[in-house]
């Protein structure tokens, strides 16, 4: 009964089909549609152009609308079996590129081999490395120079680095982390899709991609960095814009560190609150309770919070945490 109510089914969808097909259906009322697709535009998202096309078990010429084959129904329901997941590989997902930590496409992130990073070292993709170095001189300068000596003459950094990652980035780790390697792979990129008030008080300032074992900094966040750093500004002012890149970094690599060995762990800071690893990492070795948002990265220094915070962690004798200036970059 079934096989025989499938031809009819397909008959009776021809006319919606066809439809459907039309580029213009408001042509008619003199109307000109425009075809909104998830990427607008930058993404092909339409795959129903080819001349035959399946329905179901019927095979159909899309252009005289005829009926060329008829499929084996019980063959057909046996090859394709019930599987529930099955349907993300249907059609494909037009933002998977943009946002491949949250597409199902990664479906072999989950696996815990994938996170492991045998060579370390920072760089950036090899397609990207001349536009990030042209763009954002005085950062690569600092990545390529200093900041791997930063971090390693700070025993309050590689405390808290060890403590919340579960003892997985030991100081050899993280030395060989913030060297700046030459392989091709990326470790480092300047990403647009991540959003920074005109303030530079709150917004996402970075994210740890697991899947391609990318530190994802925000394009904006670097920016007004770089345009500190390159501006006329003081140097406490410089020196506090550089002290929030260096937070935001080391709180990357955190949750670099704590996936190393696979699995996820949860923290407390210091002040007993739980917290992710970043989190809880940025909130022990960066914050005071005396800096108006009580939260690092915020400000860039153009509100004093940087500057203030910093003071504070000098007075506190956590001079290990002061960045070093990097060198102007040749002109």
């Not at 700046?180 to 792979?185: H, N, Q």
């Not at 914050?287 to 940087?306: A, C, K, M, T, Y």
Request: hydrophobic share 30%.
């Amino acid at each position: 009964m079934m096989k025989c109510c499938i031809p009819i089914l397909v008959l009776l969808l021809l006319p919606c089909i066809s439809v459907a097909q039309k580029s213009n259906p408001f042509k008619s009322i003199g109307k000109t549609a425009k075809v909104q697709t998830l990427s607008n535009g930058k993404y092909v998202e339409s795959f129903d152009d080819e001349l035959l096309q399946r329905v179901g078990t019927v095979v159909i010429n899309r252009r005289t609308k005829k009926i060329v084959e008829m499929l084996d129904a019980d063959k057909v329901n046996n090859e394709s079996a019930d599987n529930s997941t099955a349907s993300r590989w249907y059609s494909i997902d037009p933002m998977a590129e943009k946002f491949y930590s949250q597409s199902p496409y990664s479906f072999a992130g989950n696996n815990p081999v994938y996170y492991v990073d045998i060579a370390g070292a920072l760089q950036y993709p090899a397609s990207d490395a001349k536009k990030f170095t042209d763009k954002y001189p005085n950062l690569t300068s600092y990545l390529v120079n200093n900041i791997q000596n930063d971090v390693m003459t700070s025993p309050n950094m590689l405390k808290a680095m060890s403590k919340y990652s579960e003892g997985n980035l030991t100081t050899s780790q993280v030395k060989k982390d913030m060297q700046w390697g030459e392989k091709t792979s990326p470790t480092i990129v300047f990403s647009d899709g991540y959003k920074v008030s005109e303030d530079g008080r709150s917004g996402v300032f970075g994210e740890y991609t697991e899947q391609n074992n990318t530190i994802n900094i925000s394009a904006a966040f670097a920016s007004k960095v770089e345009g500190i750093l390159a501006g006329k500004g003081t140097t406490d002012e410089k020196t506090a814009a550089l002290f929030e890149f260096l937070g935001t970094v080391t709180h990357e690599e955190v949750h670099r560190g704590d996936y190393l060995d696979g699995k996820r762990q949860e923290a407390t800071d210091k002040s007993g609150w739980g917290k992710e690893p970043g989190n809880a990492y940025t909130s022990d070795v960066f914050e005071s309770q005396n800096v108006d948002g009580n939260r690092i990265p915020i400000g860039l220094g153009i509100h004093g919070d940087s500057k203030e915070l910093l003071q504070i962690q000098k007075n506190d004798g956590r001079t290990d945490l002061v960045p070093t200036l990097p060198n102007p970059p040749k002109k």
